[in-house]
């Protein structure tokens, strides 16, 4: 198995179907749990993973790795498909509804503010989901804790440490949070 994005696109650009299995392997369900978040219906995402697998497997130079990270590439290819996707859906219904069921279909900047929301929220989903293996018990419950909306001195007390070492923990995720958002945006 290849160990990296770039070591998978210099097999598929040789033609290895093996890579191509793989590559389809790993990220068919990884770009369809994103278009999932980003607001696809369920088989909607699976087209859309589908539709981007087959795309780059047709094309592996279409991805430019000057331009930035391959996740960042899969990430705005996800996004763009949901937004064509949601666009033919409105399409769709502004076709099929009169004046008055239209009232009701949310505008182009509103779907836009909507999915800006909800890429951050999955930003940070993915973040947490790397960043919180890695630090310790008592580290990813002050974050959880602090994340729900609980107070610091109300967390040091519950957890027998100082109010600075709560900020401490939280502060050390949030930053390494940071880390890997950059390097999926780069």
Known sequence: MYTTSTRLLLNLL??????????????????????????????DADDIAQDI????????????????SFRGYLSVAVRRAVIDSMRKRKQ?????????????V?????????????????LRKFAEDAVLPTVGLQTQEVYRRRVNGEKSGLI????????????????????EMRRVIEGLEK
């Open 156 to 175: 040091a007390k519950a957890l027998g440490i100082d109010r600075n070492a709560v900020y401490q923990a939280y502060h050390r995720v949030v930053v």
């Open 92 to 104: 769709a219904r502004q076709a099929a509804a009169s004046d008055e069921q239209l009232a009701g």
């Open 14 to 43: 040789r033609g290895d179907k093996l890579a191509a299995e793989e590559f389809a392997a790993l990220y068919l369900p990884l770009l369809a749990r994103w278009a999932h978040r980003r607001g696809a219906q369920h088989a």
């Open 106 to 122: 949310a505008t182009e900047d509103e779907i836009e503010a909507l999915e800006e929301i909800e890429h951050r929220r999955v």
């Open 53 to 68: 697998v087959m795309r780059l497997l047709r094309a592996p130079s279409a991805y430019n790795r000057e331009v930035g």
